[in-house]
């Protein structure tokens, strides 16, 4: 039986985010059908799944979410982040988030995830998990950095010090130890031909690190 391609809505704050996103939905477009991709909290029209990616962003454990939970318009929520500690998950399915999965998905399991979303289940997934010490990564997405040589973590990194958190705040926000941190702080500097905090944030600036929301209201 035929049935309708469901309706998405794809959110993050970083424009190329989202561009990554749809290119790797598009083969499934049949089965797929990207209505919205911004970043605005409020959808503008009503869709069956909103996805929530979390690159750069807040983690669903915090509040900034529940605006999008309680948006009429948003459909199911489903949180997409490399980001998978049991915590986050159990935090976003508490809040009333009806799925989480993990970046190392391939995109046929995404989009088969969504589509079980959709239909009314809760799917938590984390994909396949990589090697020990492996850089986690997203097959065809993509992400502001990555054109220098960044992976997605260093570019997740550089981009939370372009905004202007602190180690102990981006250590928090990505559920890494501190040693970890300034290992990929000291990777992504030498990929950038930077030594100091201030040459990262203007390197930040002019390579796409800033939201883009920011960048529209010159904050």
């Given at each position: ?8 809505r794809l959110l993050n704050d ?73 915590e986050l998950v159990r935090a ?24 079980r979303v959709a239909a009314g ?99």
């Amino acid at each position: 039986m035929h049935r309708d391609p469901l309706r998405l809505r794809l959110l993050n704050d970083y424009e190329v985010v989202l561009a990554g996103l749809g290119a790797m939905l598009r083969p499934f477009a049949d089965r797929v059908r990207i209505v919205e991709a911004d970043i605005g909290v409020e959808a503008k029209r009503p869709v069956d799944v909103t996805l929530y990616d979390t690159f750069a962003g807040v983690q669903p454990d915090q509040d900034d979410i529940d605006a999008v939970l309680a948006d009429p318009l948003a459909g199911a929520v489903v949180v997409y982040s490399w980001n998978t500690h049991d915590e986050l998950v159990r935090a976003a399915l508490e809040k009333g988030c009806r799925g989480y999965l993990g970046k190392t998905m391939p995109a046929a399991e995404l989009v088969e995830a969504l589509e079980r979303v959709a239909a009314g289940s809760t799917v938590a997934r984390k994909g396949s998990l990589p090697a020990p010490g492996a850089e986690l990564s997203t097959p065809g997405a993509d992400w502001p950095g990555r054109a220098q040589g960044l992976s997605v973590r260093e570019a997740e990194i550089v981009a939370l010090i372009t905004q202007g958190f602190t180690n102990s705040e981006i250590a928090a926000r990505s559920y890494i130890s501190m040693n970890s941190l300034k290992s990929y702080i000291r990777s992504a500097y030498r990929k950038m031909g930077v030594e100091r905090r201030s040459q990262a944030v203007r390197w930040g600036i002019e390579h796409g690190m800033l939201p883009s929301a920011s960048e529209r209201s010159g904050r």
